[in-house]
């Protein structure tokens, strides 16, 4: 440890930030009832080694994107096809859960488009939060497995149904029926994430055109006279709008007057935008590789009123973002975010390299301390160099995700605790020597 403390006298001492409303963010649950001052977008990045995972940014206004975790996955699946896409956040009704569900899919491992689609998983990927912030391990849901011949289940969503309690959950399978074989909506019923209804069909267009990334979007108040809204794609991308969720279904429109239909975007994203009347359309630009686009509007239910935004008016952050969901947050839960994962980079942060492993950097996990290569999340290696707890003239090593805690030694090993006695200030002090 000492070989890796001197690397620190290259990096001057930075003063410590006092996270102290994070650290009560973390440790209070918003409420429903709290204001949405903020939003959390969940995505993946593409085809790459890391890029079918979750990413997370958040932003403040809802069109100029900050990524968290230095724009690296917070999230990583470890079951089923070990990648996910097409990320969805559920808010409860009440706000004191979360679910993440995805698709269980992994194209860079090569099995290619024609088996995926196919042959493909039929389940889906689970994560739920009391928080947003700590995540349970994921699952698999075989939601897709009893449909006939079923390839695959794709870019799920759910929405909760007031007249029954529960959540509708739907997403793509790719499936024979009726002697064609193409992409339809299916949907199930769940409580809990769980336990899950029987699918049934829910969308089938008519002829040989598939149909896939149905997102439904209940507006307070209504919209037009409906109380949902749903995108879909196929062909284009159409919008629709119901007073109910699975019946009831009008044709809107749909963005080809904007020069978009289903040959060069996918993925649509419907969101408000908090505390106006003002909704958003996101596309993903697949065809030409440039991530999601925003179309803004003050009404969902005329298409035609759609308006893209020009390149000045957003901004994406550094990492491209693909097929994924918009929910607003409040502040105290960007507060939280911000405190887990940071930002672009952690302002005044450093990581503490091994000299004779070098691809290994000084993390925690659990709160106990080792050297791992490849850290994820990245800020468990992120550390701030702050005057000595116990002698202004040593260091001590703040966490940049858990500012509250810092590096100590306790039975001659190193942890990751929160300070708070004269002894645990001496147990985190150090001198660089030689």
Request: proline letters at 6%; hydrophobic letters at 40%.
């Amino acid at each position: 440890m000492t070989h890796v403390l001197r690397r620190t006298a290259l990096i001057g001492l930075a003063s410590a930030l006092l996270l102290a409303l994070g650290l009560t963010a973390l440790e209070r649950p918003a409420k429903a009832a709290d204001p949405h001052t903020a939003y959390l977008m969940a995505h993946f990045t593409g085809e790459s080694a890391n890029g079918e995972q979750i990413y997370f940014a958040t932003s403040t206004d809802g069109l100029h994107w900050t990524d968290l975790n230095s724009s690296l996955p917070v999230l990583t699946s470890s079951i089923g096809e070990l990648g996910v896409r097409d990320p969805a956040v559920v808010r409860s009704p009440s706000g004191d859960r979360f679910y993440l569900i995805a698709t269980d899919l992994r194209i860079a491992a090569g099995k290619g488009w024609d088996v995926a689609q196919h042959h493909g998983s039929t389940s889906l990927v689970v994560w739920e939060s009391p928080d947003l912030v700590t995540w349970s391990p994921p699952r698999l849901v075989n939601v897709a497995g009893a449909i006939p011949d079923a390839g695959c289940a794709w870019a799920p969503e759910a929405i909760h149904d007031p007249a029954t309690g529960d959540y509708v959950v739907y997403w793509a399978t790719i499936s024979p029926r009726n002697g064609v074989d193409k992409a339809r909506i299916y949907y199930s019923r769940t409580r809990d994430f769980r336990t899950f209804t029987a699918a049934q069909l829910s969308i089938d267009r008519p002829g040989t055109q598939g149909i896939i990334d149905t997102q439904i979007l209940e507006i307070p108040g209504s919209a037009g006279g409906y109380r949902y809204i749903r995108a879909s794609g196929d062909g284009q991308i159409t919008i629709e709008g119901s007073d109910q969720i699975l019946t009831g279904w009008t044709r809107l429109g749909d963005i080809s007057h904007l020069g978009y239909t289903g040959a060069q975007v996918e993925g649509p994203i419907l969101h408000q935008y908090n505390g106006r009347g003002e909704w958003g359309l996101w596309v993903d630009q697949y065809a030409a590789g440039r991530g999601y686009l925003p179309l803004t509007t003050t009404n969902l239910a005329a298409p035609g009123m759609y308006r893209v935004r020009a390149a000045s008016e957003y901004a994406l952050g550094a990492g491209r973002k693909r097929h994924g969901s918009i929910i607003g947050i409040t502040q105290a839960q960007l507060t939280a975010l911000l405190a887990r994962w940071g930002g672009p980079a952690s302002a005044g942060t450093q990581r503490l390299q091994s000299v004779n492993f070098p691809d290994r950097h000084v993390r925690h996990s659990n709160f106990d301390v080792r050297i791992d290569p490849n850290v994820s999340p990245l800020a468990d290696s992120q550390w701030r160099a702050v005057p000595g707890l116990a002698d202004p003239a040593g260091v001590s090593l703040e966490s940049s995700n858990f500012p509250d805690r810092y590096l100590r030694h306790s039975s001659y090993l190193l942890r990751l605790d929160p300070i708070t006695t004269a002894i645990g200030r001496a147990d985190a002090t150090f001198r660089i020597t030689s």
